[in-house]
């Protein structure tokens, strides 16, 4: 049934054509997995690509935000066994498509770690500066 939609989609990443990935791109076909092969026993020896990576792979941060926006699964593991955001510091994407793409668990923590910081730096120095005399 997703079959059509799914090569339609892929082909459209592979385009880089955002009207049909906004128009085959859906909750279902943004996780589907791709088989790079054609007949049905050769799919057995290969592992897997997904839209995500194959948009990161291309370089496409519009492409990506659409996949995103449509639930693409930002966890899922392709064929190499990296992660989107993996892919994307390998291939040394820009700041923004990595920030896309990182997993909310480790947002997470860069927040709270620049949390800390700021804390610190807001209670902590004007102290120092007064234990110390430091003007």
Excluded: W
């Excluded at 639930?71 to 510091?89: F, H, M, R």
Aim: aromatic fraction near 8%; include cysteine.
């Amino acid at each position: 049934m997703h079959c059509m939609e799914e090569k339609q989609l892929i082909t459209a990443i592979k385009d880089d054509n955002i009207t049909d990935v906004k128009k085959f791109a859906n909750n279902t076909t943004v996780n589907m997995p791709h088989y790079h092969c054609y007949l049905k026993d050769e799919c057995l020896l290969h592992k897997p690509d997904y839209p995500l990576h194959m948009a990161v792979k291309h370089n496409q941060p519009t492409i990506i935000k659409e996949l995103i926006k449509q639930g693409a699964d930002k966890g899922l593991v392709n064929k190499d066994g990296k992660i989107a955001y993996q892919l994307a510091q390998e291939y040394k994407h820009t700041r923004t498509i990595i920030n896309l793409l990182c997993p909310d668990d480790i947002k997470r923590v860069y927040i709270a770690q620049h949390l800390s910081m700021a804390f610190i730096m807001i209670f902590f120095i004007p102290v120092l500066k007064c234990y110390y005399n430091i003007t």
